[in-house]
Each structure stands twice: as structure tokens, then as C-alpha cells.
């Protein structure tokens, strides 16, 4: 099972990557960021798709939000890494619980994870997913959804609480008593209007920063527990 990262204690030379011909700056420090990050290595080294895994699996930690048994919908889900996270601590390979990943982007097959390719900000993407559930309720909605940067801040955080919105808008349909949510905002966290609904919808709201994170990354996590129920 996947957990939080730690260093083993031997030192590791940086790499340092040259700036190629026709390679934008940016592109380059992308790549040595990349060759020089212990949680791209720790998730190809434990077979994880993304360095996510490890903010979803540092948050669970913390927090215990995902149980055997449990039915997870992962929103925005490729390549997968927040999947086979929920999958594994739900059991859900085991038939104990279910996670039901969602994105515009195919999935490449996840044990015990169910694919659904899904625009989740279109109007009837929260029935989709009601289908797939077949009656059940979700005891958890994950977001790890970021609109792509275009490098003004404030444009790039409404973008994302929208995609948070949407994701929320699902929440509330499917999601039992006493269910969870959690979804990617930036900096500043989530907007006032998105926090006074999440209030109003679950008994406990707050933000978490998980140390997986970069330093350097604008992004937190809003996390609302307690779902009411019934508030549509």
C-alpha cells in the first residue's frame, strides 16, 4: 500500500538538465524538476502512476477518510494514481468496496476500478454516474481536477473552483449521509460562494496542504466531511 514518502537518509545528486535546441526554458526546468523529485521516482519505483498517489495517500493518513467497503467516485481521475490509492484501501479488487474513476482522458484498467469516460462539467454527468452506482450511494467524491495554467493567477484559481463546483454538483447527488469530499483549489483556497455551500452541505470544512505537494505549487485541497444529505 502506498504512504507518505520519506527520505532514507542517503543523499541523492541532483540531476541537472542541459536546455536543448528547440527546448523552452520552462520545458527544461520542468524536466530536471522532474528527473530530481523523490515522489516521481517512489511512484514509478512502487508502481504508481503519478506522483499523486501520495497527496491523496498523506492526506488518508491523516485524516482516515476511506474505508473497506467504502464506494468511491473519483472525478478527473487519469492516469489513475488517485484510483489505485482508492482502490486499494477500500479493498475494492477484493469485492469489498467500489471506486468509480471518471475523466475526459481513457483509463488504462485498474484492478477493481470502474472507467468512465466523462466530461463531468456537462449537465448529465452526474446522472451517468448515478447509473454506474446502480442505486448505491458514495461514501466519497475525489477531485484531483486543474484546469491547464495559463499563468494569471486569479484566472487560473476561478478555473479551478469552477472544475470544483462541478465537482461538488455531483457530491450532492450522489454522495450518503456522513460522505466525503475532497477537491484540488489553489492558493486562497476555495471561493467564498463554493465555501458557504460546502458549509451548508457538510457538518466540517476545512483546507489541507499535503507535504507531497511542491513547495513551489499553488495548490490545496478543500476537504468537507459529514455530508447533511438532502440539502438538494
Known sequence: MVKSSKGSGTRKLAVKVKTAKGRKIA????LQRQLNDPYVAAAKREGY???????LAEIDDKHRLLKPGMIV?????AP????????????AAEGKG??????????????GVEALALDITHAEAGE???????SEMAGAVLSDM???????????????????????????DVLKPGGVYLAKVLQGGASGELLARLKQSFAKVQHVK???????SAEVYVLATGFRGGSR
Do not use: M, N
Open 27 to 30: 520545458s527544461t526546468r520542468w
Open 49 to 55: 502512476r503519478s506522483r499523486a498517489a501520495f497527496k
Open 73 to 77: 467516485v473519483d472525478l478527473g481521475a
Open 80 to 91: 489513475g494514481g488517485w484510483s489505485q490509492v482508492a482502490a486499494e484501501r477500500v479493498k
Open 98 to 111: 467500489r471506486v468509480i474513476a471518471a475523466d475526459l482522458s481513457a483509463i488504462e484498467p485498474i484492478p
Open 128 to 134: 451517468t454516474i448515478r447509473k454506474a452506482l446502480d
Open 146 to 172: 486543474a484546469a491547464p495554467s495559463i499563468g494569471h493567477r486569479q484566472t487560473d484559481h476561478l478555473r479551478v473552483v469552477a472544475l470544483a463546483e462541478a465537482a461538488l454538483e455531483i457530491a450532492e
Open 210 to 216: 499535503p507535504k507531497s505537494s511542491r513547495a513551489d
